[in-house]
């Protein structure tokens, strides 16, 4: 038994779950999305608000898009937690989500709501899906916003997230899920969007304890929300996403080649989770110490990547 090759083997498991990889032999060459005036190179990070940065975009020419904006929960720091208290794998503390740009009044919200979404209609093929994550702090909007623009929601999903902060002020219930809005761009009557009914039937989930093999995929995933070690070990954000969870949007109605696109990268998850599927990103954040987390993170998932083909390529 060669422990090494069990080694690689196991990880390009884990790198490319279903086999597969756009870029040959570790090789990330440039690539670039054409627009009308210019050249827009894709598997780029841009430093830039995103309502600048799609503007830029041509109509339908992007696939797939996963935001995750911010929830607006930011109000007023109502919320306490003793930050010495230490959470291993959740991804920083909770103050830190009191930050300017989680927190906006509700009209400059809604607007803000429907400036982007009005973006990710016109860009995202009419055989595209968008993802969207949420809380009742935001959901709310989001789902109205969806229906003013004639965007149609295909499923709601329930995160559940079996491992959830503890409730501190032992009023309310513990808050154990989120919202994600799973949506089209085509019309009712002209449903275009990719989804690998197979692939989520068959498919075994092993961390999910709700998804049986074989069974249909519901809407209520059992996904922990701690993070592995490679997903914060070049820094955290507070609101970062685990990558298992954002693998299984893209696994369900993208393939491999595709052009996904992020407008609020954060530290990064989503572009992990895109190359991993082999998929090309466009991503927009505004903080750099987050955009600068996200590089780091993702030169390192290429080192992975470079690792497991170079090991391949000396087998005989
Ligand atoms: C909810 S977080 C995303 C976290 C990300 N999913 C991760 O796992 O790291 C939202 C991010 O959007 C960024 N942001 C807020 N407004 C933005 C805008 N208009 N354009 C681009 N990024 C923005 C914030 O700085 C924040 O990092």
Redesign the pocket.
């Known amino acids: 038994m060669n422990n090494k090759a069990d080694k690689n083997d196991s990880l390009a498991t884990c790198l490319f779950p279903y086999g597969l990889a756009s870029s040959k032999k570790g090789q990330f060459p440039p690539h670039a999305l054409t627009t009308p005036s210019n050249s827009m190179p894709l598997d780029h990070i841009f430093i ?4 600048t940065g799609m503007a830029k975009l041509p109509p339908a020419s992007v696939d797939i898009v996963i935001a ?4 607006n929960l930011s109000k007023g720091g109502e919320w306490k937690w003793d930050s010495n208290k230490n959470l291993p794998g959740f991804g920083g503390d909770w103050q830190k989500v009191m930050q300017t ?1 989680d927190n906006m009044p509700l009209e400059q919200y809604f607007a ?1 709501t429907l400036a ?1 979404l009005s973006e990710l209609k016109r860009v995202v093929r009419a055989s595209g899906s968008i993802w969207i ?1 949420g809380t009742y702090h935001n959901i709310g909007i989001i789902n109205v916003v969806m229906q003013l623009l004639n965007i149609e929601i295909i499923n709601e999903v329930v995160w559940y997230k079996r491992n959830s902060f503890p409730n501190l002020s032992g009023r309310r219930l513990t808050a154990s899920h989120e919202t994600i809005l799973w949506a089209h761009t085509g019309t009712p009557k002209k449903r275009k969007y990719l989804f690998d009914y197979a692939e989520a039937k068959s498919s075994d989930f092993p961390e999910d304890k709700l998804k049986e093999q074989g069974k249909q995929m519901r809407t209520v995933w059992d996904v922990p929300n701690n993070k592995e070690r490679s997903e914060i070990a070049h820094g955290k ?1 507070p ?3 685990p990558v298992r969870l954002l693998v299984r949007m893209l696994r369900l109605s993208s393939k491999p080649g595709q052009i996904c696109l992020i ?8 572009c992990v989770a895109a190359l991993r599927c082999g998929l090309h990103y466009i991503a ?4 750099r110490q ?1 955009a600068e987390i ?1 590089e780091a993170r993702i030169a390192n998932e290429k080192g992975l990547f470079s690792a497991v083909y170079a090991e391949q390529e000396v087998k005989p």
């Open positions: 830039e608000d995103c309502l995750d904006p911010p929830y740009w803000f982007w994550h954000h609101t970062q996403k407008p609020f990268a954060g530290s990064g998850s989503e927009f954040e505004t903080e987050y996200a």
